[in-house]
């Protein structure tokens, strides 16, 4: 499956930005989905992740509450809502996606789209 992210920018804190992940080459609804971010000299973590049905979704303890994962079937699409942003949330942001069930984390993470850039200024 290739994955496609869009949306990142730059934001004031407190403002939104909204990310999409767009999935080809596979049937969508067979894949867990979620979003990684990395900063510089850090380890790439978990921000979200949603199941391949959209019934059980996952939220890094810094983001809870501002942000929110979604899955779009019709457009074979996930997003990462983000409000309320912080500086600390500025990263390179990743879209992931394990085939069933498996559980999206670090070192197991079968298909990686590229990063989009997220910057929150002060």
């Known amino acids: 499956v290739q994955l496609q992210a869009s949306g990142g920018g730059l934001v004031q804190a407190g403002g939104s930005l909204r990310l999409s992940c767009a999935a080809s080459?596979?049937?969508?609804?067979?894949?867990?989905m979620g979003w990684f971010r990395q900063v510089p000299g850090k380890e790439r973590d978990v921000v979200a992740a949603i199941s391949w049905n959209g019934d059980v979704k996952f939220y890094a303890n810094s983001v809870k509450g501002r942000f929110t994962i979604s899955r779009e079937y019709a457009k074979n699409a996930i997003y990462l809502q983000m409000n309320s942003l912080k500086p600390e949330d500025t990263a390179v942001y990743y879209c992931?996606?394990?085939?069933?069930?498996?559980?999206?984390?670090?070192?197991?993470?079968?298909?990686w789209g590229k990063g989009t850039q997220v910057t929150v200024s002060s």
């Open positions: 992931a996606a394990n085939r069933g069930s498996k559980a999206l984390r670090i070192g197991d993470v079968d298909y």
């Open positions: 080459g596979s049937t969508f609804s067979n894949y867990t």
